[in-house]
């Protein structure tokens, strides 16, 4: 049996080859998974629960049957999945509670798609921030 650290390195490993696999820089179909089925459901789930709810059903699979590391494995990884949407989640948050109006709907608009671009958004960010110190300068 794998040690802690050697699940969480197989976790990590595991999300990297997910976005090789599928040509894009990141493991982030969840954003896009959640948004069909709350406009299929009627529901409002964000990325972070649906990343909880795969989580949950690797722990569910873990519970019957005969040992399988993989449940291990890709549960360490939704949870890390989860903990980053959720880290997201509350940076979309706090912009909403400093800006109102439109911009407040952009910024959290940026944030929601720094799962499909972070390097575009994280420039993005830096300059509207840059922007910002100067003009308080």
């Not at 976790?11 to 406009?39: K, Q």
């Not at 989580?55 to 939704?78: P, Q, T, V």
């Not at 940026?110 to 499909?116: E, G, I, M, N, Q």
Request: aromatic share 6%; charged share 30%.
């Amino acid at each position: 049996m794998s040690k802690a650290p050697q699940i969480l390195e197989q976790a990590r490993s595991c999300i990297a080859d997910r976005a090789s696999e599928r040509d894009t820089e990141a493991e982030r179909s969840m954003a896009a998974c959640v948004l069909a089925f709350n406009a299929m459901f009627d529901q409002q789930l964000t990325e972070e629960q649906g990343w909880h709810f795969m989580a949950l059903l690797k722990m569910s699979r873990s519970k019957g049957g005969n040992f399988r590391e993989d449940d291990y494995i890709d549960g360490a990884a939704y949870f890390a999945l989860a903990g980053e949407a959720g880290h997201m989640g509350h940076v979309a948050r706090q912009l909403e509670e400093v800006d109102n109006g439109q911009e407040r709907k952009d910024w959290a608009a940026v944030v929601r798609l720094a799962a499909t671009n972070p390097e575009e958004v994280a420039r993005l960010v830096r300059s509207e921030m840059d922007k910002r110190r100067e003009a308080h300068a």
